[in-house]
């Protein structure tokens, strides 16, 4: 009898560890699925290739690069078409920016947060310049230039990337560089 009633111990002990156990794994698995009541999905490797890392770079420098320049040109220029156009840069290139620092952010990529040397030196030169001088620099380098060589970047990134979150990235921001250039060559000064 004695026995008895010490197996029945364990079996509740047993019973209540097991329920414990259940809604502790329930949950872990509800506070790591994604919000909006999406189903749970499975919790892959975010570590990205080096490639894959520095495409994601490459892509926040460019936006940081165009939106700098820009902001430069909306205090500078007295010319509308200008104005509108670097109005254009600063909204585009800020919502890729946002876009790519969610993902950074997910893949735990650590992103620059300025213009690079490169840019640092031609706003120099461009506080520098006034008038037609300052429209013509602007346009011929954040317009045309910049944007010729991140949309060479971007097309040779985006054959090489592995992960899904920074191919898509590359490639909705393909079309938009694109127009970017196209609209920059049409207003060359």
Request: no cysteine; charged share 25%.
């Amino acid at each position: 009898m004695k026995n008895n009633k010490i197996y029945k111990g364990l079996l509740a002990l047993s019973t209540v560890v097991a329920l414990f156990s259940t809604a502790s794994v329930l949950a872990e698995t509800q506070t790591s699925a994604p919000q909006g009541g999406n189903a749970p999905q499975t919790v892959k490797n975010n570590k990205l290739s080096a490639g894959d890392e520095k495409a994601l770079k490459d892509m926040a420098q460019a936006n940081i690069n165009e939106i700098a320049a820009a902001r430069i040109a909306l205090n500078k220029t007295q010319n509308a078409e200008v104005k509108t156009f670097a109005q254009k840069m600063v909204d585009d290139h800020s919502s890729a920016l946002t876009k790519v620092q969610a993902v950074a952010e997910q893949k735990e990529v650590t992103l620059p947060t300025a213009p690079d040397t490169k840019h640092k030196a031609m706003a120099d030169k461009l506080e520098k310049q006034s008038g037609t001088a300052f429209d013509k620099m602007y346009m011929e380098n954040a317009g045309v230039m910049d944007h010729k060589m991140v949309l060479s970047t971007l097309k040779s990134d985006a054959t090489k990337i592995k992960d899904p979150d920074v191919k898509a990235l590359a490639d909705a921001h393909t079309p938009v560089v694109e127009q970017h250039l196209k609209t920059a060559r049409h207003m060359s000064m």
